[in-house]
Structures are given as structure tokens and as C-alpha cells.
């Protein structure tokens, strides 16, 4: 955010708002609950992504590793984003625990994104109201 608000800033922030509205559908669908089917999907391509995985217990191992991520309740957003920061940061099939933290850090940055959106238009409209005082 800019120290003095300005008109640019304004318009930005107008872009930002009309933007959000125009992708409210793809927005929502990152925060929605994602079902177990879902999981299974993103998690079984993630084991699949890495040649190095090693076959012996897959079966096993997808399974408790859709459960544990299962338990955080995670969205569609936070499950897709862990399995791809994942996939472009390392060679090796993520542990359990690591993919768990991996949800976690997505899930809490969207709900930071998530927070930031809702407070878009009471940002521009205190803005607006700076810049009316100035003038």
C-alpha cells in the first residue's frame, strides 16, 4: 500500500475489486471443502509426479497420507497448492508430515489472501475519502 493515497492507487484498487468480482466463482471454489475424491486425485498425481517413489507400499502410504491431509479440513485451494509448490521445489516424494505442513502453509496464506480481498473495498473507500478531503 502506498504511505499517501493517490488516484492511481484508487484506480488500482477499483481493477483489484472489479477483478475479484468478475473471478468470484474460481475464488470460491479454492476456499471450498475439498472432498475426499478430490484429495485422492491431487495427492495420487503428486506420488505420481516423482519416479524416485518407489512402488512398494504406494497403496499404503497414499492412503495414510490422504487421511492425515484429510484431517486439517483442507479447501481445493490449499491441497492444490501444497502438491504444486511441492512438485517445483523438490526431487523426493514429500513425508506425510511435510506435505501436512505444506496444506497448513497454504491454507493459511489464502486465508490471508481471503481476509485482504474482503477488506478491499473499505481500503478504497477510506482512500477516497482522503482524497476527497485533499481536494
Do not use: T
Not at 488500482?12 to 468478475?22: F, N, P, S, T, W
Not at 509426479?49 to 490422504?66: I, T
Not at 479447501?75 to 508430515?97: D, H, N, T, Y
Amino acid at each position: 500500500m502506498a504511505e499517501e493515497p493517490s488516484a492511481g492507487l484508487l484506480e488500482q484498487l477499483d481493477q483489484a475489486i472489479e477483478e475479484h468480482r468478475q473471478n468470484r466463482a474460481a475464488f470460491d471454489q479454492a476456499f471450498a471443502p475439498i472432498p475426499k475424491a478430490g484429495a485422492v486425485a491431487y495427492l495420487g498425481l503428486l506420488l505420481q509426479a516423482f519416479p524416485n517413489g518407489g512402488v512398494q507400499h504406494a497403496s499404503a502410504f497414499g492412503q495414510f497420507m490422504r487421511d492425515d491431509v484429510m484431517s486439517l479440513d483442507p479447501s481445493f485451494g490449499a491441497v492444490e497448492m501444497a502438491c504444486r509448490r511441492w512438485r517445483q521445489k523438490s526431487r523426493f516424494l514429500p513425508a506425510i508430515a511435510e506435505m501436512m505442513v505444506e496444506v497448513r502453509a497454504a491454507r493459511d496464506e489464502l486465508a490471508g489472501v481471503a481476509q485482504f480481498v474482503d477488506r478491499l473495498p473499505a481500503i478504497r473507500n477510506a482512500i477516497a475519502a482522503k482524497l476527497d478531503r485533499v481536494s
